[in-house]
């Protein structure tokens, strides 16, 4: 199935289960119908529940979505690939396609209570936001009133 759209973003990490699935949920509600939004991960795992949960609060619902490998990824429609992968190995793509690197940290960061976690995925989620609103601005794919795309 090939779909018509403007411009392809791509947002990868290593488990695609919290950072690229956030910025995945706030692209395709602030980006124009013409925008194609992906995500994915160099090692697919599950969609982090705390990310369910942050996205949730700000009213995206990302409860179905799934943590995908690259190759589900249709790259023919792919402009643009933004990695968010702070202290880990980010995935690398050797084809020619724009690449951004956005160093978050991860928020699901192992020895943390539940309510730092919890504010960790928040802050994360809020600074992915101004980001990509300032990006998809840029770029001229920002909707002027955000569209859930869902």
Not at 74 to 101: F, G, N, R, S, W
Not at 128 to 138: P, Q, V, Y
Request: include cysteine.
């Amino acid at each position: 199935m090939v779909i018509d759209k403007s411009k392809g973003i791509l947002f990868m990490c290593v488990a695609n289960s919290a950072r690229s699935q956030m910025a995945e949920g706030i692209a395709r509600q602030l980006s124009t119908e013409s925008t194609c939004i992906f995500s994915a991960g160099s090692t697919p795992a599950t969609v982090n529940p705390f990310a369910i949960e942050a996205m949730s609060e700000m009213e995206i619902d990302i409860s179905r979505h799934s943590s995908k490998a690259l190759a589900a990824i249709p790259m023919d429609q792919v402009d643009y690939v933004i990695t968010l992968c702070a202290e880990e190995v980010c995935p690398y793509l050797p084809a020619k396609i724009e690449t951004l690197h956005w160093p978050y940290p991860d928020p699901a960061a192992p020895g943390l209570s539940q309510a730092e976690t919890r504010a960790s995925f928040r802050s994360v989620r809020n600074a992915l936001k101004d980001r990509l609103t300032r990006f998809l601005a840029t770029e001229g794919l920002l909707a002027e009133v955000p569209i859930n795309h869902e």
